[in-house]
């Protein structure tokens, strides 16, 4: 890993042996006081990078370590490679978190929403998945891309997500829309199960009323009947 200050060998300000093999993924932390690093060998590594050393060590990878991401806050990673998880790690000890499943090839890069919120990844089978960052659920999958998704950026409210294709594309997908969607509709269910409960209690009140009215209505007579009753007493 080499840190430079500008352009030029003179504006290098440090080197250092990260992995043995290929870095495939690097990132600053949010506070620039740490830098992450991905190798092809399936290791993270958090170092300072004032001076190259390591601080953190984090293995779970069963394959390479393409990508590295961190939270907005700067305690977690996530991380994704040949392997298909996204893994989630505590940036401070190295533990493992969770794992996002859900790929079905190798994933090849993946971004923190700038609010938190939310993580996006995408890789190899043409995909780009969405996913709770507090409770690893995914929330969406947003297909459209003809070949394997390089890369991922978020815009800065956290309503957009663009992404880079092998496909020659890019696509900018609109997602705050469907998360409100998403969060209407788990808002919404409560709701419309009290409308079906109220609604076939209504439906049954109905079929009771309409059950009496049925059986204590009276025949009605006919006016000649009706009149030669009064006249006759019949």
């Known amino acids: 890993i080499r840190i430079a200050a500008g352009v030029g060998p003179a504006a290098m300000l440090h080197e250092f042996q ?5 870095t495939r993924g690097l990132a600053w932390s949010p506070t620039g006081d740490r830098l992450a690093s991905a190798g092809y060998a399936g290791l993270v ?7 190259g050393t390591e601080l953190v060590r984090m293995t779970g990878h069963s394959g390479g370590a393409f990508c590295v991401a961190w939270s907005p806050d700067g305690k977690r990673l996530a991380s994704a490679g040949n392997d298909r998880p996204v893994v989630i790690w505590d940036a401070a000890t190295g533990a493992l978190l969770h794992d996002l499943v859900g790929h079905a090839s ?3 890069c993946a ?5 938190g919120k939310r993580i996006a990844s995408g890789g190899d089978d043409h995909n780009v998945r969405i996913w709770d960052a507090e409770t690893f659920d995914q929330v969406a999958r947003l297909a459209g891309h003809e070949v394997w998704v390089y890369s991922l950026a978020w815009r800065a409210d956290s309503q957009q997500l663009v992404s880079g294709s092998g496909d020659n594309t890019v696509r900018i997908w609109d997602t705050q829309p469907l998360m409100e969607r998403v969060q209407a509709r788990r808002e919404r269910l409560p709701a419309v199960e009290r409308e079906l409960q109220v609604g076939a209690i209504s439906g049954t009140a109905r079929q009771v009323r309409r059950s009496r009215l049925t059986s204590t209505r009276q025949p009605s007579r006919s006016p000649f009947f009706s009149v ?3 006249i006759f007493g019949l």
Not at 45 to 51: D, E, I, L, R, Y
């Open 18 to 22: 990260a992995h043995d093999g290929r």
């Open 45 to 51: 590594k958090v170092w300072n990078p004032a001076g």
């Open 106 to 108: 190798r994933v090849l």
């Open 111 to 115: 971004a923190y929403s700038p609010d």
């Open 228 to 230: 030669a009753s009064f």
